[in-house]
């Protein structure tokens, strides 16, 4: 499995960002996909994951600003970013769970793969 994150970059505050994720290989249609985000020197956080059937799951930060959407026929997920604000700077990384049971997980340690990274960085 490869995931390959794009569409960082710098945005003033209040503005919009796309940021997507191409994934590749087995079984990423079962998959459930995520987006986390980290700041340098704090673990990674999770923001919004999508599962199979397309239930969504949010962090209480990103709520009514973020959108997550998945595409099964190009295997890519997609996050919409708006109202960007500047403790929204940080790295962002789509991740993804193999696993065949449970709900969309918001720990790191239940996702397999990785992308690499896209950064954001929003100026006030």
């Known amino acids: 499995v490869q995931l390959q994150a794009s569409g960082g970059g710098l945005v003033q505050a209040g503005g919009s960002l796309t940021l997507s994720c191409a994934a590749s290989g087995r079984a990423v249609r079962l998959s459930k996909m995520a987006w986390f985000r980290r700041v340098p020197g704090k673990e990674r956080d999770f923001i919004a994951g999508?599962?199979?059937?397309?239930?969504?799951v949010y962090d209480d930060s990103v709520k009514g600003r973020f959108t997550i959407s998945r595409d099964l026929g190009k295997n890519t997920v997609d996050l919409q970013m708006t109202s960007l604000k500047p403790e929204d700077t940080a790295v962002y990384y789509c991740?993804?769970?193999?696993?065949?049971?449970?709900?969309?997980?918001?720990?790191?340690?239940?996702?397999?793969?990785w992308g690499q990274g896209t950064q954001v960085t929003v100026s006030s």
């Open positions: 991740a993804l769970d193999l696993a065949a049971s449970g709900g969309t997980k918001n720990h790191a340690g239940a996702y397999d793969y």
């Open positions: 999508v599962g199979r059937i397309g239930d969504v």
